[in-house]
């Protein structure tokens, strides 16, 4: 094949293909258990976390709460996976032997996610949250009291903690931001 801006252009909507194939292929659950945040900057501040909507009778003047009461902020990462394709086997025709690599990119971009938000959960319990205590943690000081969202047994005879979580509100355990 002649290396020329056509043809290359082929061989990359034949890579991009590829990838896109392997990101439909994916089978992710990161989305199950966590609030998924659209970011443009590198940092999201969340003031509001700990602060979970409850409606009051009003009587008299609103109750105005502040947001801020919790300054827990998640910097933004980048991830990235990059291959070369030698020039000789772009003309000898030969890129469509890493189509399957390309594939294979894409379902790794795709389940990437599912390493991060997974890892998490299970780091739960030496990893702090906003608050300041461990995400599992038998003393989260909420209001005026503490509150518990570990039983107290943690592993029986080796086997690990299991997790039960409520994923059914608009606030998940867990947040995703993505950015790219």
């Excluded at 443009?40 to 409850?54: D, I």
Aim: glycine content about 8%; aromatic content about 12%.
């Amino acid at each position: 094949m002649i290396v020329n801006k056509q043809n290359l252009n082929g061989v990359f909507n034949g890579f991009k293909a590829a990838f896109n194939k392997g990101i439909e292929s994916a089978e992710s659950h990161y989305k199950d258990i966590a609030m998924i945040v659209p970011s443009n900057t590198k940092e999201e501040t969340y003031g509001w976390l700990g602060q979970f909507p409850r409606l009051r009778e009003w009587a008299g003047d609103r109750v105005i709460r502040n947001l801020a009461a919790h300054g827990y902020s998640v910097k933004n990462k980048l991830f990235e996976d990059t291959i070369g394709v030698k020039r000789t086997d772009i003309e000898d025709d030969q890129y469509g032997v890493l189509t399957p690599i390309l594939t294979e990119m894409g379902r790794a971009a795709a389940e990437h996610p599912d390493e991060l938000v997974f890892t998490a959960l299970k780091n739960g319990l030496n990893t702090l949250c906003f608050d300041g205590q461990y995400f599992f943690d038998a003393d989260h000081p909420v209001k005026d009291q503490s509150v518990s969202n570990v039983d107290s047994s943690g592993t029986v005879d080796g086997n690990p903690y299991w997790y039960l979580l409520d994923t059914t509100k608009a606030i998940k355990p867990f947040l995703f931001q993505e950015r790219v």
